[in-house]
């Protein structure tokens, strides 16, 4: 089975465009395809997805479901329970594992909901 040649025909519409042009066409098309997997993971994240990434984040698996339950309290899943630990670490200038710690105690959740309305 041989295919046919229709590269000349299929690129007719980008045959004029400048490299510059090519350049942005190129992203443009990333963008379109890259935007909905996005918006699917902000909006299609579960527990076990954040428990996993916290994990991962050197958090103890006793403490990632603590975690994880007062990220979901106070409604910043589709932020993510790693991003709130990382946000929590950097305000407070301490490690992520301090972070988690001060999180699953029910510590610092004021000043992560802070930080996400500015």
Known sequence: MKRAD??????KHI????????YQRFW???????DPLLELGYKNTTPSVERSVLLRMGI??????KIVNQTIDHG???KG???CV????????????EAGDMLAEGEGWDLVVASFKK
């Open 60 to 65: 103890s698996s006793l403490q990632t479901q």
């Open 15 to 22: 045959a004029d465009l400048s490299d510059e042009e090519l």
């Open 86 to 97: 990382y946000k929590l670490s950097k305000i407070k200038n301490i490690s992520i594992p």
């Open 76 to 78: 910043l899943m589709g």
């Open 6 to 11: 229709d590269f000349a025909e299929r690129r």
């Open 81 to 83: 329970a790693g991003h």
């Open 28 to 34: 443009e098309l990333t963008d379109q395809v890259v």
